[in-house]
């Protein structure tokens, strides 16, 4: 059974960083995308970073420039870097992947979700 299981959320306060890693598990053919998303209260789930097996990676405007996401396919993982974080940036970060059991076909498969809370 495919699991995707993130780690690292916290609270931190204005300004401060954080790192999200989301590893993947079980009988994994090949993962192709792997994103993380938020969604803050009140509101809907937003992506916030995506990146290709290749390497090439996507952000959301409120995101660039403060945001790395980065990928270990060795391992079967994916990184957040978060830095200068803002009160705003405050959500339940999900990881996201396409990837490919050794047994199923394609799917797209969901972490539980970890707490980012930024603030003083």
């Known amino acids: 059974q495919v699991q995707l299981v993130e780690s690292g959320g916290g609270l931190v306060q204005p300004g401060g960083s954080l790192r999200l890693s989301c590893a993947a598990s079980?009988?994994?053919?090949?993962?192709?995308?792997m994103n993380w998303y938020r969604q803050a209260p009140g509101k809907q789930r937003e992506l916030v970073a995506g990146?290709?097996?290749?390497?090439?990676?996507n952000y959301a405007d409120s995101v660039k420039g403060r945001f790395t996401i980065s990928r270990d396919n060795a391992k079967n993982t994916v990184y957040l870097q978060m830095n200068s974080l803002k009160p705003e940036d405050t959500a339940v970060y999900y990881c996201?992947?396409?990837?490919?059991?050794?047994?199923?076909?394609?799917?797209?498969?969901w972490g539980q979700g970890t707490q980012v809370t930024v603030s003083s």
């Open positions: 996201n992947a396409e990837l490919i059991p050794d047994s199923d076909p394609i799917g797209d498969y």
């Open positions: 990146i290709t097996r290749g390497g090439s990676t």
């Open positions: 079980g009988s994994i053919f090949s993962i192709n995308a």
